[in-house]
């Protein structure tokens, strides 16, 4: 058994899908999760960039005595995963491995990719998926628009419909049936990305695969916590005027207190 709370980041609301999720599953579990709203968006930064945040981010939840970190950033972990792996001496969870296997139990053959510029450049998804599935048909689709709407609390707005429906194009022309939204703050578009399908998608949410590891990884390690303390914090590096409101309504919840830490 272990007490601990579990580590979270992002670069701003994104992971906060995750969280809820993780919330959900793991109802003795105690959380912190930080959200990076100084250094957001991490797609439009450079590799080295988004390197040096992911670490100073892990830093300061290793501070907080986390017994694990799970980056709930597609572009952190696409970018950085296996360098901050090798770095810190605590276990790291990213949401690409475990997306991975779900897609590769589903038994899926064609596939698309919803992400950041910074992620769709890296290739990440595709090779992670090709390693396990080599004859898997993966296309992908960086929509940049997508999560900066999210953090100006804009997703019910024509700007996002618009977007949403030039990004999808691609995987209507290609038939493509099964979509890993491959940016946390994606699964906040899930109602409006359906309706563009008339509802025949899948949607991949990376938080349920990301849940499945942290259960077996959990279980195997028996770090489990035993009994919720504080269920979660919420920290962010920059103060937002609107995150406490938004962050209420992607975990649908009535109070939220927001934390801000300088780094
Ligand atoms: N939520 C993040 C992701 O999963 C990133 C959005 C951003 O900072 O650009 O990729």
Redesign the pocket.
């Known amino acids: 058994m272990d007490t601990r709370p579990i580590g979270i980041f992002?670069?701003?609301l994104?992971?906060l899908t995750v969280l809820k999720e993780l919330q959900k599953e793991f109802v003795n579990e105690d959380f912190i999760y930080l959200g990076d709203t100084l250094n957001?968006?991490?797609?439009?930064k450079t590799k080295d960039e988004i390197t040096q945040f992911s670490k100073n981010n892990i830093e300061y939840l290793i501070k907080q005595n986390v017994k694990l970190i799970i980056i709930a950033?597609?572009?952190a972990t696409s970018q950085c995963i296996d360098e901050v792996k090798k770095t810190f001496n605590i276990p790291i969870i990213g949401i690409i491995e475990p997306t991975v296997e779900y897609v590769k139990k589903s038994k899926i053959k064609e596939i698309g990719v919803m992400?950041?510029n910074g992620?769709i450049r890296s290739g990440a998804w595709e090779f992670n998926l090709k390693q396990e599935m080599p004859d898997i048909k993966v296309i992908s689709k960086a929509c940049p628009l997508l999560?900066n709407i999210v953090e100006e609390g804009k997703i019910a707005s024509k700007e996002s419909l618009d977007a949403i429906h030039n990004y999808v194009q691609i995987f209507k022309e290609n038939d493509i049936k099964h979509i890993i939204l491959g940016?946390?703050?994606y699964p906040l578009y899930d109602e409006i990305i359906k309706k563009e399908f008339n509802y025949d998608v899948n949607l991949i949410n990376t938080a349920k695969g990301v849940a499945t590891y942290l259960k077996e990884f959990l279980n195997k390690s028996k770090i489990e916590n035993s009994k919720r303390t504080f269920a979660s914090k919420i920290v962010i590096t920059k103060q937002e005027k609107d995150f406490e409101k938004r962050a209420k309504n992607i975990l649908e919840v009535n109070k939220c207190e927001i934390f801000l830490q300088n780094y």
Do not use: I, L
């Open positions: 992002d670069s701003g994104g992971g957001f968006p991490y797609g439009e950033c597609g572009t992400a950041t992620t999560a940016c946390t703050h």
